[in-house]
């Protein structure tokens, strides 16, 4: 499990250096836009599979299971965990990504 949220941890923060250079002004509007275009689809399904994750970790039959069964929430994290590079709710991230894209046509 630890592993695993080692691996989660490194994509978190190469999905912020990404974000980063959308951020930056040294790329084109062309260049802005495709990298949001490829990257919007990918954010948007893991906030999907994220919120998917939560409902069943609180759901009343994972809550029902015997303490052992029931399932762990992880990798999971406060919005104001400062270790994290991206907050778990990406709903933002992504709203500000759709509206750069939108900006610019």
């Not at 260049?31 to 919120?51: D, G, H, S, V, W």
């Not at 994290?77 to 270790?83: G, H, I, Q, T």
Request: some cysteine.
């Amino acid at each position: 499990m630890a592993k695993l949220e080692d691996f989660w941890k490194k994509m978190e923060f190469m999905t912020r250096l990404v974000l980063c250079e959308v951020g930056k002004d040294e790329q084109t509007v062309e260049q802005r836009n495709e990298i949001i275009t490829c990257f919007l689809p990918l954010l948007t399904e893991r906030q999907e599979l994220r919120k998917e994750w939560t409902a069943r970790c609180q759901s009343q039959l994972a809550m029902s299971l015997p303490e052992e069964q029931k399932p762990e929430c992880h990798p999971f994290w406060k919005e104001d965990d400062s270790s994290m590079p991206l907050p778990y709710d990406l709903e933002e991230v992504i709203v500000n990504l759709q509206t750069l894209l939108g900006m610019e046509h």
